[in-house]
């Protein structure tokens, strides 16, 4: 599953340490998600759309389509 996530991040300025700070996870789990080495839970996925403020859909995109 690819997604924008390195992008989205960018867009605010926001290190990998700041974005994994405003999710309560490890800056280790934000790289792995960013680089496609790990696919986050639902309820992470979810937060990660509300810190973004938009849908799960406009941050990961299936690859399969």
């Not at 960018?10 to 789990?29: F, N, P, Y």
């Not at 934000?30 to 996925?45: F, H, K, Q």
Request: overall charge positive.
């Amino acid at each position: 599953m690819k997604n924008h996530l390195k992008e989205m991040r960018s867009a605010r300025g926001w290190s990998q340490s700041d974005m994994a700070e405003k999710l309560e996870v490890s800056r280790q789990t934000v790289n792995a998600i960013e680089t496609g080495r790990y696919d986050p839970s639902l309820p992470l996925a979810f937060k990660l759309a509300r810190l973004f403020k938009v849908s799960i859909e406009d941050i990961f995109v299936d690859e399969v389509r």
